[in-house]
């Protein structure tokens, strides 16, 4: 029988990335009501040093694939290593960060593993109910307590889906980044290494890297951000960012924006919040001028605290806001900023 929540971790320049890590926090809750091992896959180029800190964030396995074809992401021998380890393991669950690495090996893996893939989940849990038991024997699932419900949003984020995969195995998902929680760091949580060794070949490497170049644009990962200030179409203009900014500047948070901001070339795409933006979950995240379509409320509403400003009392954005100000940014936000340069001096 397959067994196993798998997670493939994510590595860039031997560093595990978060993503990996949230999944391995989710595939924790998952395995409350599996009771199978939480099983991270860590792929990479002298890379051991990394698997106490994914014992740490709560995975109860890791298998290690080191080799130099693995040091830097390359499609072909990542899809192979992946492919491996799933012959070799069985897993019942394989879980990928929608990222643009696991965009593009989970699909490769699906179809040749002949088995299903859904994209861009935002939840995963397993079937409890008896309608979820009854449905999953109906389309011919023999172990439908095992079956994992994966929701994401569909036709244009207007529903959530909830798709299943119930005759072939492993059940698998993408999951994008800043979606899932990490678990408590516990630096005395230990687990089993597992050193899996995957066969390569010349004609597995079929590129060749000349040269790893960072971008030297400062881009910025919101996803990480513990303190957000947003700004919608209500800031008027691309200079109308500036009050956001300097609020911004005042709480030491980063700067966000809706899509209309974005699409108007008021700001750079990567602050984009939301469905087609970053999914965020900062301790705070201010919407300002943001009327709140599901679309943008998709990529924050599991922030911790929400302040919404908004001159008009009925915008959907006060549904989500923990805390809501009816009143213009312009006038609201100076002030507000000055109140928190005072406060902090
Ligand atoms: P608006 O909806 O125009 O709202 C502006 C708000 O500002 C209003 O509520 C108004 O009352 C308020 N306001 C105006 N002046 C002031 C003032 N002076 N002070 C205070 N308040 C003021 N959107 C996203 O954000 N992220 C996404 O990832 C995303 N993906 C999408 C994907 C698809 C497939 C589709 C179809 C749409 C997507 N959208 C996304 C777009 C989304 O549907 C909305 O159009 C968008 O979020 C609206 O942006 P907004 O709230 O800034 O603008």
Redesign the pocket.
């Known amino acids: 029988m397959s067994k196993g929540i798998f997670v493939v971790m994510e590595q860039r320049y031997g560093k595990v990335q978060n993503v990996g890590l949230e999944l391995v926090g989710e595939a924790t809750r998952l395995k409350e009501d599996l009771k199978d091992d939480v099983v991270a896959v860590l792929l990479g180029h002298d890379i051991k040093g990394e698997v106490d800190k994914i014992f740490h964030y709560g995975a109860d396995k890791v298998v290690l694939v080191d080799d130099p074809m693995l040091k830097d992401y390359v499609t072909e021998p990542y899809t192979k290593a992946v492919c491996e380890v799933i012959k070799a393991f069985d897993p019942e669950i394989m879980l990928f960060g929608a990222s643009s690495i696991g965009r593009d090996v989970a699909p490769r893996v699906a179809s040749r593993v002949k088995t299903g893939l859904v994209a861009d989940t935002t939840g995963l849990r397993m079937a409890k109910t008896q309608e979820e038991l009854d449905k999953e024997a109906a389309m011919g699932n023999a172990t439908p307590e095992r079956a994992l419900l994966m929701t994401r949003p569909a036709f244009?984020?207007n529903i959530m889906a909830t798709l299943m995969c119930p005759r072939t195995k492993p059940q698998m998902a993408t999951v994008r980044p800043g979606v899932m929680k990490m678990i408590a760091k516990d630096e005395t949580r230990k687990g089993e290494l597992v050193e899996f060794k995957v066969d390569f070949t010349a004609a597995d490497m079929n590129v060749e890297i000349v040269e790893a170049v960072k971008s030297d644009k400062k881009s910025v990962d919101l996803t990480e951000a513990k303190l957000i200030v947003s700004?919608?179409?209500?800031?008027?203009s691309a200079e109308g960012f500036d009050v956001i900014r300097d609020m911004a500047d005042a709480l030491g948070a980063e700067v966000g924006?809706?899509?209309?901001?974005v699409d108007a070339g008021w700001i750079e795409k990567d602050r984009?919040?939301?469905?087609?933006?970053k999914t965020v979950r900062p301790d705070l995240y201010m919407a300002?001028?943001?009327?709140?379509?599901?679309?943008?409320v998709?990529?924050m509403e599991n922030s911790e605290l929400i302040i919404a400003?908004?001159?008009?009392e009925s915008?959907p954005?006060f549904e989500v806001a923990d805390l809501g100000i009816v009143?213009?940014?312009?006038q609201i936000l100076p002030k507000l900023a000055d109140a928190v340069r005072k406060y902090k001096a």
């Open positions: 244009g984020g700004g919608g179409r209500g800031v008027g924006s809706s899509r209309a901001c984009q919040v939301g469905q087609t933006g300002c001028g943001i009327s709140g379509a599901i679309q943008h998709a990529g400003i908004n001159k008009n915008a954005i009143g213009d940014l312009k």
